[in-house]
């Protein structure tokens, strides 16, 4: 069974920048990606980005050009770097291990995730 522990988020203006990590722990063969889900008050749970285990990531829509997925297997962790950011990124971010093929699917329990919030 894999958790996952995010940190990072916080409070931060409009056009400004926030990295988010999140530490794995344990193990599981079937895993081959690594994504980062936000949640929004009142909206459903969006994937945002995913990395796989040979390092093609794809992005969201709404976050290309901005945000930034990156892993680091020696630690178990992934990234997510957000730049320019907008009030509209407002969300709890969690992330996932999960399995890619074709498209990405969350395997691991959701954790609680961080709070990002952008003023205007």
């Known amino acids: 069974q894999v958790h996952m522990v995010e940190s990072g988020g916080g409070l931060v203006q409009a056009g400004g920048s926030l990295r988010l990590s999140c530490a794995a722990s344990g193990s599981a063969s079937v895993i081959n990606a690594m994504g980062w889900y936000r949640q929004a008050p009142g909206k459903q749970r969006e994937l945002v980005a995913h990395?796989?285990?040979?390092?093609?990531?794809d992005y969201a829509y709404s976050v290309k050009g901005r945000f930034t997925i990156a892993r680091d297997d020696a630690k178990n962790a992934v990234y997510l770097q957000m730049n320019s950011l907008r009030p509209e990124d407002t969300a709890v971010y969690y992330c996932?291990?999960?399995?890619?093929?074709?498209?990405?699917?969350?395997?691991?329990?959701w954790g609680q995730g961080t709070q990002v919030t952008v003023s205007p």
């Open positions: 990395i796989t285990v040979g390092g093609s990531t």
């Open positions: 996932s291990a999960g399995w890619f093929h074709g498209s990405y699917h969350p395997l691991t329990n």
